[in-house]
């Protein structure tokens, strides 16, 4: 029987790459895509070298263009015979700053990849899977799923809405009777370049979240211990993959208070309980 496939996008760097990195490990045949086909040449180089004999390709994408996800699908279907596993992840933060500043240009692109890209890749990958009678989706969102906080706007407004389509997506399919399964990922801060074009930026607006996101960064976690973490979820068959579980159930506690009368605390991250 022939070894697993897997499709990751935003794999040249980060969560993407390490994850490229993982399952080739564990015997995947890995298809590689990003919009940076430089980058993408040289992680897929990077896996190849720490899985040796490993069946890796790249394959340029645009994830805000659906046209260039369904060619991405199509061609992973075409090298391998077949998708089993596919992987939304590629993200990036947006502008950071309130809600009623930045520019609606940086709002769109933001938008365009982490919620427009997942959708993407759901239209594209889904219905190949229930076609084949299996495999799974896993959309890779964020504790920003679960609350939202200050200067954080476009991020959290594109994560809660993968999750919303992640379960919508999941009770389509249990009502088809389909056995393509459907994962979503919340991790936290995560140690990538998905804030590294907030560097050196001394403008004044999103100046305090900026300063927030670049120390969390410093403070975040590993990349591939967040693969370690998503491939155990995978393997486990669970729905909810996170590195953090009693983040979210503090925020799901949020949400129940907010839902009682309360009003949204102004702390970034949910208290911890004694």
């Not at 919009?35 to 069946?55: F, K, N």
């Not at 077949?82 to 930045?102: F, K, S, T, Y």
């Not at 896993?138 to 992640?166: E, F």
């Not at 930026?201 to 305090?208: F, K, L, P, R, T």
Request: include cysteine.
């Amino acid at each position: 029987m022939a070894a697993p496939s897997a499709v990751i996008t935003g794999a040249a760097s980060g969560i993407g790459l390490a994850l490229s990195t993982r399952l080739a490990r564990n015997g995947y045949r890995v298809v590689m895509s990003d919009i940076r086909a430089d980058a993408l040449h040289d992680a897929r180089a990077t896996v190849e070298a720490a899985a040796p004999g490993a069946a890796v390709v790249d394959v340029v994408a645009d994830v805000t263009d659906a046209a260039s996800v369904e060619a991405l699908a199509a061609a992973a279907v075409e090298e391998f015979g077949g998708i089993d596993l596919a992987i939304n992840n590629a993200g990036v933060i947006g502008p950071v700053g309130p809600v009623w500043e930045g520019p609606l240009e940086q709002w769109q692109l933001a938008l365009g990849i982490n919620f427009w890209g997942v959708l993407h890749g759901m239209r594209a990958f889904l219905p190949r899977m229930i076609a084949a009678g299996g495999g799974r989706l896993v959309n890779i969102a964020s504790v920003a799923s679960w609350s939202s906080g200050p200067q954080m706007g476009s991020y959290g407004a594109a994560k809660h809405a993968v999750l919303a389509l992640t379960e919508s997506a999941y009770r389509e399919l249990a009502e088809l009777g389909s056995p393509v399964r459907l994962s979503v990922v919340c991790p936290t801060t995560v140690r990538t370049s998905l804030v590294s074009h907030l560097e050196g930026d001394a403008s004044e607006q999103g100046s305090i979240g900026r300063t927030r996101l670049l120390a969390a960064r410093e403070r975040g976690l590993d990349p591939a211990a967040v693969a370690e973490t998503v491939v155990a979820g995978i393997e486990a068959d669970q729905y909810l993959i996170t590195t953090d579980p009693e983040w979210v159930l503090n925020a799901a506690r949020q949400r129940v208070a907010i839902a009682e009368g309360a009003e949204p605390p102004l702390d970034r991250e949910p208290p911890r309980r004694a």
